[in-house]
Nanobody, 119 residues
Framework: QVQLVESGGGLVHAGGSLRLSCAAS????????MGWYRQTPGNERELVATISETNTRYGDFVKGRFTISRDNAKNALYLQMNSLKAEDTGVYYCNCHHDVGGPLRTDYWGQGIQVTVSS
């Protein structure tokens, strides 16, 4: 069983920075893909960034502002967010997924953490 807990959210003014952390319990394998997703007002949950053994991917809205990183030894995932905009306001979720054990993708989610950017 995998459990994910986010931290580091809060309130910041536009143009500011925030660093999100995700602490994982349970066994996380290096071949699992981990990432951040968000739910912003009026929008569906969307991909912010993911990181796997072979590639790193970012949502188009990031425009070089965010950086995802991972520390497998610590079972931790991070998201450095710079030049934040009011449109970045929302709930951010830590995610881990894999295809082990069957043909369907298995997803694990954190509880989500609020990020509020004031304009």
């Amino acid at each position: 069983q995998v459990q994910l807990v986010e931290s580091g959210g809060g309130l910041v003014h536009a143009g500011g920075s925030l660093r999100l952390s995700c602490a994982a319990s349970g066994r996380i394998f290096s071949y699992y893909t981990m990432g951040w997703y968000r739910q912003t007002p009026g929008n569906e949950r969307e991909l912010v960034a993911t990181i796997s053994e072979t590639n790193t991917r970012y949502g188009d809205f990031v425009k070089g502002r965010f950086t995802i990183s991972r520390d497998n030894a610590k079972n931790a995932l991070y998201l450095q967010m710079n030049s934040l905009k009011a449109e970045d306001t929302g709930v951010y979720y830590c995610n881990c997924h894999h295809d082990v054990g069957g043909p369907l993708r298995t997803d694990y989610w954190g509880q989500g953490i609020q990020v509020t950017v004031s304009s």
